[in-house]
């Protein structure tokens, strides 16, 4: 089974921040937490990962609360090219077993 | 380009036949991983391959096998093909531990089953 669960669907509008939560309950010592991207027809694409607090790069930010239950995937200013899947994966420190949850479509609408 | 190439990117063929797909992981990574999506569906994790030995195992059909070879590049065999089997076929390939953690993934192969 998947180690994660997302909400299945969202929708928002060019412009503004979209949050995306995703639940682990049990996330253990060693995981760590990763997004990823995917568009139709292509392969997930590396969005951001962290361990603990928050992370922040040059296309997102991730939340992450003390106790790693959840984390938050934070897109500042969508635009409809944003569009897509957005995948949880919770794994160890040296990946093993990679099992990618359901995902959430993320629509973005002009 | 993440690196990791699969070929054949399209192959349709017969039920009942048998296919190979292939996956090249990127430069010094050990870890090769497959995964099944099927139209519309998420990703089905079926197995990883860590430096040629299998690590993890998924929700792999008996009827498919794979293996991952001492140059790292690894085939994944899916035999007595079923119209359901239909579906793009992903590697991903990764580091381990703290060289790196991110999933490089392939453009896929589509496997098609008349």
């Known amino acids: 089974l998947a180690k994660t669960t997302q909400p299945i669907s969202m929708d928002s509008y060019e412009g503004q921040e979209v949050n995306i939560t995703c639940s682990h309950n049990?996330?253990?010592?060693?995981?760590?937490i990763t997004w990823y991207q995917q568009f139709p027809s292509q392969g997930p694409r590396f969005i951001i990962q962290?361990?603990?607090t928050k992370v922040t790069n040059e296309v997102a930010s991730l939340f992450i609360p003390a106790d790693r239950k959840s984390s938050t995937l934070s897109l500042p200013r969508v635009s409809l090219s944003d569009t897509a899947v957005y995948y949880c994966l919770v794994g160890d420190d040296n990946n093993n077993d990679m099992r990618f949850g359901a995902g959430t479509r993320l629509t973005v609408k002009p | 380009d993440s690196g990791v190439t699969q070929t054949p990117k399209h192959l349709i063929t017969a039920t009942g036949q048998r296919v190979t797909l292939r996956c090249s992981p990127r430069s010094g990574d050990l870890s090769v991983y497959w995964y099944q999506q099927s139209l519309d569906q998420g990703l089905q994790f079926l197995i990883q391959y860590y430096n040629g030995e299998e690590r993890a195992k998924g929700n792999i059909l008996e009827r498919f096998s794979a293996q991952q070879f001492p140059d790292l590049h690894s085939e994944l065999n899916l035999s007595s093909l079923e119209l359901g089997d239909s579906a793009l076929y992903f590697c991903?390939?990764?580091?381990?531990?703290?060289?790196?953690?991110?999933?490089?993934f392939g453009e896929g192969s589509r496997l098609t089953v008349l």
């Open positions: 962290g361990y603990k």
């Open positions: 991903a390939s990764s580091e381990s531990g703290s060289r790196g953690r991110e999933l490089f």
């Open positions: 049990n996330i253990a010592t060693n995981d760590y």
